[in-house]
C-alpha cells in the first residue's frame, strides 16, 4: 500500500512539473543560458541607463528591460515570438512590476534576457510573450518569415544593402 502511494505521489509531481505554469523557460542552446523566472520593474533603457526619460518608456519605441528587487538591470533582448524585442509585451507595463520566465544569458560583460513567458500582478498564470507577432500580423498578414516581408526591413536593404551598411556586400 505504501509503495502505491508513493508511486501516486512521485506521478502526481512529474505532472506538475511538466505543466506549464510549473515549469520555465525553453533552453535555445545558447552558450551561458540560464532558465530563470525574475520578477521586477520595466523600466526604459535610455531612461536608467542615461537619464534620458520619455513618458510611457518612449510608448514602444525605446528598448526596454527589468529591475529586479537587488536592483540589477537586466536589458529584455528579444522576446519569444519569432525571435523579435519583447517591448510590445513589456511597454504596457511601464514602471510597473511584472514576472518573467525566460532566458537570462550570462556573459562577463552584460546579462542579457529573453523574455518567454510574461505574469503582471493578480494573474495567475504566465501567458506567452507574442506581441510582437500578433502586433505584426494584423499590420501586415501572415507571412512565413516576418523580417523578408516587412516593409521597414525592405526599405532599409534597399537603401543601405542587406548588412544595412552602404557599401558592403555579401561575400559568395
Not at 525553453?26 to 543560458?33: A, H, R, S
Not at 523580417?147 to 543601405?160: E, M, Q
Request: hydrophobic residues 50%; contains cysteine.
Amino acid at each position: 500500500m505504501a509503495v502505491r502511494s508513493l508511486t501516486i505521489a512521485a506521478a502526481a509531481l512529474a505532472v506538475l512539473a511538466a505543466s506549464p505554469a510549473a515549469r520555465a523557460a525553453d533552453l535555445w542552446g545558447i552558450e551561458g543560458e540560464k532558465a530563470v523566472v525574475l520578477k521586477g520593474k520595466v523600466v526604459d533603457l535610455l531612461c536608467e541607463i542615461g537619464g534620458t526619460c520619455a513618458p510611457d518608456c518612449g510608448a514602444g519605441r525605446h528598448q526596454l528591460g527589468l529591475v529586479d528587487g537587488n536592483g540589477r538591470l537586466y536589458p529584455a533582448a528579444k522576446g519569444n515570438t519569432l525571435f523579435a524585442g519583447a517591448v510590445a509585451d513589456l511597454a504596457p507595463y511601464c514602471g510597473k512590476e511584472v514576472e518573467v520566465d525566460g532566458l537570462v544569458i550570462e556573459s562577463p560583460r552584460m546579462h542579457l534576457l529573453f523574455v518567454q513567458k510574461l505574469k503582471a500582478p493578480g494573474d495567475t498564470e504566465f501567458r506567452s510573450a507574442e506581441a510582437f507577432g500578433k502586433a505584426w500580423e494584423a499590420a501586415h498578414g501572415k507571412a512565413d518569415e516576418w523580417f523578408r516581408a516587412d516593409p521597414a526591413v525592405k526599405a532599409v536593404i534597399a537603401a543601405d544593402g542587406v548588412f544595412g551598411i552602404k557599401g558592403l556586400e555579401p561575400q559568395p
